[in-house]
């Protein structure tokens, strides 16, 4: 689609002034993550029409993936702009969109309640089929970890996913993320299962052998945490 700065907008994107998360861009080795712009949305809905995860198993709490194809399309674009207008230093999710070789294939949510006081991330993520088991999950898990850690001063991560979602529990397992209980959800109408809850403490991550570079990360600081920016990590 674009090159990195062209994905976030750029520095001299005026958006960028009035709205910091569309400055921040997160690159690794093999991505780069940016919040999601109007501009990605069509290959980001192309990357779920190419199918996220075998339908007979549902790994998401909310089974939004079992819509029907013209529902997905249209659910799939609001979500992204609800999620967006619902960004405030209190109660924040950041939908990054995933960029490999310039394209959009799957998105690495951020997201934390109260976080000037708890210091406490949460994420969730998906991948496009084709590009699975490649250690694409692990890797932009790793940079929004970085980001939040070093960056944003969280202190800690916590994750969860099925107990049978054996690529999600390996991105947590390889990254330090130790179990945190379990619990009963209704991921289908009428099915149960258990999800498995994970937790990771600052000082545990299991950093991969590279470095994130982060761009727009002091704006965004202030934006999520006015008048109490917490000191980066040292
Ligand atoms: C979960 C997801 C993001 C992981 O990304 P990925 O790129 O496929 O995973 P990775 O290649 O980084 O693999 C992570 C670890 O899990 C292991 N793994 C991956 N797929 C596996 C599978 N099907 N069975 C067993 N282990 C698996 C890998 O070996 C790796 O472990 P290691 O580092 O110890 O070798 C991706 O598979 C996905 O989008 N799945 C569908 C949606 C989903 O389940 N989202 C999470 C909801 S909680």
Not at 2 to 9: E, K, L, S
Not at 50 to 74: K, N, Q, Y
Not at 145 to 154: E, M, N, T, V, Y
């Amino acid at each position: 689609m674009t090159g990195p700065a062209q994905a976030a907008g750029g520095t001299t994107d005026p958006l960028v002034r009035v709205w910091p998360l569309f400055g921040l861009v997160i690159t690794t080795p093999r991505l780069v993550l940016t919040p999601v712009r109007d501009g990605h949305l069509p290959e980001l809905v192309d990357a779920v029409l190419a199918g996220v995860h075998d339908p007979a198993e549902m790994p998401f709490s909310v089974p939004w993936t079992d819509a029907p194809r013209d529902v997905l399309v249209t659910e799939t674009v609001r979500h992204q702009w609800r999620t967006r207008v619902g960004v405030s230093p209190e109660d924040w999710t950041i939908n990054f969109a995933v960029l490999h070789e310039g394209r959009v294939v799957g998105v690495q949510d951020l997201m934390a309640r109260r976080f000037p006081l708890l210091r406490r991330v949460e994420s969730g993520s998906w991948l496009t089929r084709p590009v699975h088991g490649r250690g694409l999950g692990t890797e932009m898990r790793a940079a929004v970890l970085q980001f939040a850690f070093d960056h944003l001063g969280a202190t800690s991560a916590v994750s969860s996913a099925a107990d049978w979602n054996a690529a999600s529990l390996g991105v947590s397992r390889r990254l330090g993320y130790v179990p945190n209980g379990t619990a009963l959800v209704e991921a289908r109408p009428g099915e149960v299962q258990t999800q498995q809850n994970l937790l990771l403490a600052r000082e545990d991550f299991a950093r991969p052998d590279w470095s994130a570079h982060v761009d727009g990360a002091p704006e965004v600081l202030a934006f999520l945490t006015p008048g109490r920016a917490p000191a980066p990590a040292g």
